[in-house]
């Protein structure tokens, strides 16, 4: 990011639980499940998925490990999202729940931060903090915590830019769904919105349970349309190419683009798209109730295939070449969130062949892995912290491993 406001592409964060996992939970609660499928064990014959299984457990211990005496993850300056990143990849597991003392801590330490508006943050990132909390708490599954989780939803959800908002400090206005803002959510209170804080603000809803038809959801695709590649249904943006991927935000109808702008054949300005708002985009559109065979949807996917790799945040080489692994695991992070909601356990690239994404997600992460359980990347976007990266990547391993229960690998 070019400052400091850019920070939530660094700790961006949230995930789709699936009916496997809430089933088996519920289950462990009440009677003793056969041995091949206890909760918390995970016993498979499948080799990627005892592969994720051993994985995932090494990269919690990590985290198990680094959490501080105050019982958050995050240091008193950091942004509080670290500590919900880490608890929601706790609680995503079977094997532990608020029941567990430390766990219990890092909750009451999180919650520290809520404000009376609800506001979970320490700074001025509020949207950010509050959607990737509300996500955590969420995943809780704790009823004593969802009074605190709908607060802030509500805070979340009166952050959200419509013709409903209040003008900003510097009388910015939202008239209609024409205006590039409408349906978008930024860093905080009257901060111009971008697909890295709304898709987090869409996984926060969706997390806490709202349905596709709330309108939330509703002036969400407003926004995440004018993030898109697709001039067929962006045809607000006059940047607007046709390669189906997206970019950081419309700005003020400008655009805006980690992986930079270029110029196209036709002579027109175009915005380049990039690898994580791609799977960021994807994901948010099929939380807010796209179907796949929607023209955006279909926009996504074809530019996901087209530009297949773990080895790099795509696109962004193009910018520069020494930026291609600039993010590379929150890509891993949105990459899982997206293709499991998805629900199809491969994808074609251009070439024709077929890719089993879960495999090769956890093989890439296997390869990666540091021998006491975490995983670091480059520095930029804090990459450079292994609990925030171990954070994304067990609950990018967590994805794969839903979707591997619900489609078995070949």
Not at 171 to 200: I, Q
Not at 220 to 226: C, R, Y
Request: contains cysteine; aromatic residues 10%; negative net charge.
């Amino acid at each position: 990011m070019r400052s400091s406001t850019r920070f939530a592409l660094t700790v961006s964060i949230a995930a789709a639980l699936t009916l496997a996992v809430h089933s088996r939970r519920a289950l462990a609660d009440e009677r003793e499940l056969p041995a091949t499928t206890q909760a918390g064990d995970h016993s498979t014959t499948q080799p990627a998925a005892q592969k994720a299984r051993a994985l995932i457990d090494s990269g919690l211990a990590f985290l198990k490990s680094r959490q501080l005496p105050d019982g958050g993850w995050n240091a008193p300056k950091a942004p509080p999202a670290i500590t919900a990143l880490a608890l929601k990849a706790f609680v995503e597991d079977p094997k532990y729940s608020t029941r567990d003392e430390f766990i219990k801590k890092g909750y009451d330490r999180l919650l520290s931060y809520q404000g009376d508006n609800g506001a979970i943050s320490n700074d001025m990132m509020a949207n950010y903090n509050t959607a990737i909390a509300v996500s955590a708490l969420a995943a809780a599954k704790d009823p004593a915590l969802k009074p605190a989780m709908e607060k802030s939803l509500a805070f979340l959800k009166a952050l959200q830019w419509t013709d409903k908002s209040a003008p900003g400090p510097k009388g910015e206005a939202v008239g209609g769904k024409e205006h590039p803002w409408y349906g978008g959510w930024g860093y905080g209170k009257d901060a111009r919105p971008d697909l890295s804080n709304e898709h987090f603000s869409v996984q926060a809803l969706h997390d806490a349970g709202l349905k596709p038809d709330d309108p939330a959801y509703k002036a969400a695709l407003e926004f995440i349309t004018k993030c898109q590649n697709n001039s067929e249904t962006n045809t607000g943006m006059k940047w607007a190419g046709d390669d189906g991927g997206f970019i950081y935000g419309p700005a003020n109808g400008e655009g805006d683009s980690e992986a930079g702008e270029f110029e196209a054949p036709d002579g027109q300005r175009r915005w380049r798209s990039y690898g994580s708002m791609t799977y960021a985009g994807l994901k948010s559109m099929i939380y807010a109730g796209l179907s796949k065979d929607d023209p955006r949807v279909k926009g996504a996917i074809g530019w996901i295939g087209k530009n297949w790799t773990l080895d790099e945040n795509p696109g962004m080489r193009l910018n520069k070449p020494e930026e291609a692994q600039h993010g590379l695991y929150y890509y891993f992070y949105v990459f899982g969130h997206a293709l499991n909601a998805y629900d199809e356990p491969t994808i074609t690239d251009s070439r024709g062949k077929q890719h089993d994404w879960r495999v090769e997600l956890i093989d890439k992460v296997a390869s990666t892995q540091h021998p006491d359980g975490s995983w670091s990347g480059e520095k930029r976007w804090m990459e450079g912290d292994p609990v925030l990266v171990t954070a994304y990547t067990v609950l990018a391993l967590q994805e794969a491993e839903h979707s591997l229960e619900a489609h078995p690998a070949r």
